[in-house]
C-alpha cells in the first residue's frame, strides 16, 4: 500500500490568484494522476504526472491552466492557475504502482474561489 | 473508453448482503473490471478488481456475468460504514488511468 498526503488540505482563493496543490507519497511510485471533483459530481481526470517529463493531459484539460510538475517518483505538484468559480473543486491525486492494478488516492485539496 | 453503467442509488439494511450491479456491455477482452468506493469526504479507495473469474477479498466479492457483460459486487455483511458511493470501472493498458462513472450511492440503515 501507499500513503499519500496534500497540502494543502483545503484553501479559499481570489479569483484571478493561483494555487499549487503538493501532493507527497510515502514510497516511490510509477503512476501518479491527477483529479478533480467538482460539487456533487464524480471524479474527473485531469492529467498524468510523468517522471522527468511533460504532464499527458486529458481531454478539456490544459497545462497553461493546470502546470504540473513531477521531480521525483514520491512528489508531485498541481497548480490551480487564474482562478475563476468554476474552478471550487476538490483536487486528489492517486498514485499506483503498477498501471492497471490497485491504485491509493490522497484525502483531496477543497479549493474555493471567490 | 467502455463505459459502465450503474444505478443511481441502492438503500440496504445493515447486516444484510447487498449486491450492486454493473453493466459493462461494450467490454473488450483485456478490459479489467475495477471497483472503488468513496466514503463521505474522503477519497476513493480499492475495493477489489478481476479480469474473468470471481474474485473475493477481505472487503467483497466480485462476481463476473461469463460472457462479461455485468459484474456484481457483493458486500456479505452491511455495516453503516459501508454507505458510500460505489464506483465500477474497466481499464486496460491505459496507463493505469481510472475513468470514472457516476457510481451507485449506497445507504445503509440501521
Known amino acids: 500500500s501507499a500513503v499519500i498526503s496534500q497540502k494543502p488540505s483545503r484553501d479559499i482563493c481570489q479569483r484571478g490568484t493561483s494555487l499549487t496543490i503538493q501532493c507527497q507519497v510515502d514510497s516511490q511510485v510509477t503512476m501518479m494522476f491527477w483529479y478533480r471533483q467538482q460539487p456533487g459530481q464524480s471524479l474527473t481526470l485531469i492529467a498524468t504526472a510523468n517522471q522527468g517529463s511533460e504532464a499527458t493531459y486529458e481531454s478539456g484539460f490544459v497545462i497553461d491552466k493546470f502546470p504540473i510538475s513531477r521531480p521525483n517518483l514520491t512528489f508531485s505538484t498541481l497548480t490551480v492557475s487564474n482562478m475563476s468559480p468554476e474552478d471550487s473543486s476538490i483536487y486528489l491525486c492517486s498514485v499506483g504502482p503498477s498501471g492497471d492494478y490497485e491504485q491509493y488516492f490522497g484525502p483531496g485539496t477543497r479549493l474555493t474561489v471567490t | 473508453d467502455a463505459k459502465t453503467t450503474q444505478p443511481n442509488s441502492m438503500e440496504s439494511n445493515e447486516e444484510e448482503p447487498v449486491h450492486l450491479p454493473c453493466n459493462h456491455s461494450?467490454?473488450?477482452?483485456?478490459?479489467?473490471i475495477h471497483w472503488y468506493r468513496q466514503l463521505p469526504s474522503q477519497g476513493p479507495e480499492y475495493v477489489i478488481h478481476?479480469?474473468?473469474s470471481n474474485v473475493n477479498n477481505r472487503m467483497a466479492s466480485l462476481a463476473i456475468a461469463e460472457d462479461r457483460k455485468s459484474s456484481t459486487l457483493i458486500l456479505h455483511r452491511a455495516t453503516l460504514r459501508d454507505a458510500a458511493v460505489y464506483y465500477c470501472i474497466l481499464s486496460y493498458n491505459q496507463g493505469g488511468k481510472l475513468i470514472f462513472g457516476q457510481g451507485t450511492e449506497l445507504s445503509v440503515k440501521p
Open positions: 461494450t467490454i473488450s477482452g483485456t478490459d479489467y
Open positions: 478481476g479480469l474473468t
